[in-house]
């Protein structure tokens, strides 16, 4: 079973690299850093093991990616809730919707592949964090707000390598 591995380049820092077989790419983390989770907005990119669980990609702009992974096309209603209390937090959800959100569709790019990763989905602990992601990086790989970012052609490679079961260890 592929096991992708995230290293920091830094203690603290917002650059790392990400471990996939051969494949050895830059990635950016957290505005935070890696560790533990103080709660939902705090930038850190959680360490720990977490599953993969779904590819979503936008259909205007990528091909639907070769994986053996779930994939759905992205829809400009498609939001994340982020909102801590809320029924539907650390999910997707339709827009509008009446909670605080992230939209999925953006123009930015950032998430034209992004990968949803099993952090505090199963169960859920409100306002522990939310909408932790493998995502496509900005091109100087600036910081997320938690997730992990990769560019296009490492994530095209590392979507052909992964089976369902696969995880993410971030150490």
């Known amino acids: 079973m592929p096991l992708i591995v995230v290293r ?3 203690r603290a820092g917002t650059q790392g ?4 077989g051969a494949v050895h790419v830059p990635c950016a983390l957290g505005r935070g850093g890696r560790g533990a989770k ?6 850190v990119t959680p360490r720990g093991r977490w599953s993969i669980r779904h590819v979503f ?3 205007d702009r990528v091909a ?7 994939v759905s096309p992205l829809t400009p209603d498609m939001g994340w809730c982020d909102a801590p209390g809320d029924a539907n937090y650390n999910r997707l959800v339709r827009l509008p919707y009446p909670a605080s959100h992230e939209r999925m569709w953006r123009e930015d790019r ?3 592949l992004v990968v949803v990763l099993g952090f505090n989905d199963s169960p859920r602990a409100q306002g522990r964090g939310s909408a932790i992601f493998l995502h496509l990086a900005h091109d ?3 910081p997320t707000e938690g997730c992990i970012a990769v560019s296009r052609e ?4 590392v979507l052909e390598m992964v089976r369902p079961g696969d995880g993410v260890l971030v150490v």
Do not use: C, F, I, Q
């Not at 690299?17 to 996939?20: A, E, I, R, S, T």
């Not at 103080?38 to 930038?43: A, H, I, K, R, T």
């Open 8 to 10: 920091g380049l830094s």
């Open 140 to 142: 100087d790989y600036r």
């Open 154 to 157: 490492a994530m095209v490679r």
């Open 17 to 20: 690299k990400l471990h996939l």
């Open 38 to 43: 103080s709660g939902e907005g705090d930038g």
């Open 57 to 59: 990609y936008r259909p």
């Open 110 to 112: 950032l998430y034209d």
């Open 64 to 70: 639907r990616p070769n994986t053996a992974l779930p």
